[in-house]
């Protein structure tokens, strides 16, 4: 069964997703393989040098994601266009690592689901909350992250009332993540067990 895990920025994706693999489930970072396909050498590291110039990058000829964000965050051409160079390539990636699994449930980060209209991909999605204050404390928290980025990165998002729309096309489950990491532990070890019986 192929699960997509979504859901906003810093609400806690990366956790649950390490949770379902110490569970048993085969698992895929949408993240991670985003930053796989720009790594030296890699066409779309190419692609992206040639649209915006070796600003976006470090001496060591690697990507500077930095510099990427800020790009992207400035106006929504550069955003489709970064998207469109990265999003084929990732996906592509990501069929060919769900063939290499073999677990009877393969959960995949996949933080655009919705935007990019992937839920046909899926059998059944789950959509990871919290609250706005916490989103913005969590974001924070991060490296090289103000709070002026912090609030641009949530605004370019879809809200979590839109992400529920998500129901009309897949099996949804919600997990909210305002509570201690051991409460966290638990939710998702009950679904794990819900799912792992369907």
Not at 80 to 87: M, V
């Amino acid at each position: 069964m192929k699960i997509a895990l979504t859901g906003g920025i810093a609400c806690g994706k990366s956790e649950i997703i390490q949770q379902f693999k110490t569970l048993g489930a085969g698992v895929i970072s949408l993240d991670k393989l985003s930053r796989d396909v720009v790594q030296v050498g890699e066409s779309a590291l190419n692609e992206l040098i040639d649209s915006f110039g070796n600003s976006i990058l470090y001496a060591d000829q690697s990507l500077n994601r930095v510099a990427l964000r800020e790009i992207l965050l400035k106006n929504s051409t550069n955003k489709q266009k970064i998207e469109a160079i990265l999003h084929p390539k990732i996906l592509e990636k990501m069929q060919i690592e769900i063939e290499k699994l073999n677990n009877k449930l393969i959960i995949i980060e996949i933080p655009l689901l919705l935007e990019k209209k992937l839920a046909y991909l899926f059998d059944r999605a789950i959509i990871v909350s919290c609250s706005a204050e916490n989103q913005l404390k969590r974001l924070l928290k991060r490296q090289n992250i103000d709070n002026n980025t912090a609030k641009q990165l949530i605004s370019v998002q879809i809200s979590q009332e839109q992400q529920l729309e998500l129901e009309k096309e897949l099996p949804i489950d919600i997990l909210e993540n305002n509570s201690e990491i051991f409460d966290l532990e638990k939710k998702v070890d009950t679904l794990y067990q819900k799912l792992i019986n369907l």
